[in-house]
């Protein structure tokens, strides 16, 4: 579950400027297990997009969604 901490983090960082009250609603799926020890990224898109994984376009580890308070 600390990969769905984190990803939530990076959200509020990248797309609500630090404030968690703009962060709406975010949905998470745990694809596949992380083989640790591990070193993973986050990427998430301005359509509200993001996943867990070593690489643009790769497998992920967890995949989801998101939506921001207007």
Known sequence: FS???RATESVIATRCDGDPTRLKHIDAKFTKAI???ST???FDDK???L????EPGG???VTGSYT???
Do not use: E, Q, R, T
């Open 35 to 37: 083989v640790l020890p």
């Open 47 to 49: 359509d509200g997009l």
């Open 40 to 42: 993973i990224s986050i």
């Open 3 to 5: 990969s769905l901490a």
């Open 51 to 54: 996943y867990v994984g070593h």
């Open 68 to 70: 921001l308070n207007s």
């Open 59 to 61: 497998d992920a580890f």
